[in-house]
């Protein structure tokens, strides 16, 4: 049988480095908040009622990014260090039996395998606990691990109390190990705040084990890649950038043509088909879903939408929230802004902004146009400048086209109004009732000429 793990995800702190109003743990990074990142990978591990995240800082924020995954939650009040967090569990699982995880929020690189790694060398161990360290380049931020002649953890010295020899040591810890739970708790409370931040250091635990004849074991990492961890935006943006650069060569290996790889934003939610075209600053944001041979042109913004197969979007155009079906062709700079149904092979052209519209297949509305709240038939044409009005200063109105319609350019369609299918509407019509199907409707004023009237009007 396996044993019981329980995960504690710290992300009580506000990350004073990050220098925001916000707290850390809630910047986000390839597409999610960090503490996304850390419940997602700790989710591959144990189930999800087995993860309780420590909540300070806006906990209430943190709690809402969670929503959706049905971890449990602790509060610390004050944050006084990581020790102190971990503490705050007690009441929740300290009688329970196997082993404790604890992560800081603010890694999101951390993969699942390096965690399940963890937890079967403490498994297979007679020692206290086992904690993930590395070898860094430039440590500095990190607490230094110390080992002892038999290389277990003598000491766990953070940065500020360094002395210069012990900051010279490049072996750092991670923030990331599995203890024994029985140990773990009959132990903790030795944590006393006796530093300079006056704080209960979590990385006391192996000088306190090593005094109850316990020990500690590292677990080094080669790569310290997914130990990163994140206490200022520079760090950020490094993250994002190895998450992005992930993603997109995770996208290429699977029969995708990225332009500008390095120029992309993809997030790691968004699926794509094979021999899809990503043009080079496109971004493919949240649920996305892309079929097989799309064209996304360069510096579009595609967020939650689906494309169905064969679409072309060309450049700087930007889809939200909609479903575009199969050889569509939109752009470039078109605006589909919300809950837009585009029907098979409907062409949308430059300037023109769709919401809350079913654009029925083979439909045309190739420029300058806004079509809201409305419903228009299959290869019906919308021309140049034809505007929906659906807003009456207080409540917004439909408008319905039939299918194989004709709207000339400069069309105003004031809302509520239905337009009957292979109607036409003369251009520069303002239509304010139904036009029958198959009828002509014009709606604006007649032409008058008069015949050398310039002449006459300068006398001459
Ligand atoms: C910590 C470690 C350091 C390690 C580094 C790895 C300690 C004392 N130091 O330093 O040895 O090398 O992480 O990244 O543990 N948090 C709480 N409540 C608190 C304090 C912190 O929940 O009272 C959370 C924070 O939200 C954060 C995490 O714990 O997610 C780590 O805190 P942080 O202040 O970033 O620790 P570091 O100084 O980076
Ligand atoms: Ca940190």
Redesign the pocket.
């Known amino acids: 049988m396996n044993p019981e793990i329980n995960v504690v995800i710290?992300?009580?702190?506000l990350?004073t480095r990050m220098k925001s109003r916000r707290a850390?743990?809630l910047h986000r990074a390839g597409g999610l908040t960090l503490v996304e990142h850390v419940v997602n990978t700790a989710m591959e591990i144990t189930p999800p009622e087995r993860i309780t995240v420590?909540v300070?800082h806006q906990a209430e924020a943190v709690r809402k990014a969670l929503s959706h995954r049905p971890v449990q939650f602790v509060e610390?009040a004050e944050?006084?260090?990581?020790g102190?967090?971990v503490m705050m569990c007690r009441g929740l699982f300290a009688e329970r039996p196997g082993y404790v995880v604890v992560i800081?929020?603010?890694?999101p690189l951390l993969s699942a395998e390096t965690l399940r790694r963890l937890i079967e060398k403490q498994i297979g161990s007679d020692t206290a606990a086992t904690l993930i360290t590395t070898i860094l380049e430039n440590p500095r931020?990190?607490?230094r691990v110390l080992l002892d002649s038999d290389g277990m953890v003598s000491a766990?010295v953070?940065e500020k109390a360094a002395t210069p020899a012990q900051a010279a040591v490049r072996l750092?810890?991670?923030?990331i190990y599995c203890f024994r739970a029985d140990l773990l708790w009959k132990y903790i409370d030795e944590i006393r705040p006796e530093n300079l931040a006056h704080e209960y250091?979590?990385?006391d635990m192996p000088e306190i084990f090593r005094r109850a004849g316990h020990r500690v074991a590292p677990f080094e990492l080669a790569d310290p890649t997914e130990l990163l961890?994140i206490?200022n935006r520079v760090e950020l943006a490094e993250v994002d950038a190895i998450m992005r650069n992930r993603k997109a060569k995770e996208l290429m290996l699977a029969g995708v043509t990225i332009e500008k790889p390095e120029t992309v934003t993809i997030d790691a939610s968004v699926r794509m088909g094979i021999d899809c075209t990503v043009g080079p600053f496109a971004q493919i944001l949240g649920n996305s879903v892309i079929g097989d041979e799309c064209e996304i042109g360069a510096s579009s913004v595609i967020r939650n939408s689906i494309l169905a197969a064969g679409v072309k979007i060309e450049p700087f155009t930007s889809i939200a929230d909609s479903r575009i079906e199969a050889g569509a062709h939109i752009g470039p700079f078109a605006r589909l802004r919300m809950n837009n149904v585009i029907g098979v092979g409907a062409h949308i052209g430059n300037f023109v902004e769709f919401k809350n519209t079913r654009f029925g297949a083979g439909a045309k509305a190739s420029h300058l146009a806004y079509l809201g709240d409305s419903e228009i038939g299959e290869q019906t044409n919308i021309g140049a400048g034809t505007i929906t009005c659906n807003y009456d200063g207080i409540k917004k109105h439909k408008t319905q086209i039939g299918s194989n319609a004709f709207i000339g350019s400069n069309s105003t369609l004031v809302a509520p109004v239905e337009i009957g299918e292979s109607a036409y509407v003369g251009a520069g019509s303002v239509i304010t009732k139904p036009v029958p199907p198959k009828a002509l409707a014009l709606g604006r004023g007649r032409q008058v000429i008069k015949e050398g009237w310039v002449e006459k009007r300068k006398g001459k």
């Open positions: 710290l992300a009580a702190g990350g850390k743990v420590v300070g610390q944050q006084k260090g990581t102190h967090a800081y929020g603010d890694g931020g990190y607490g766990i953070e750092v810890n991670s923030g250091y979590l990385t961890a206490n």
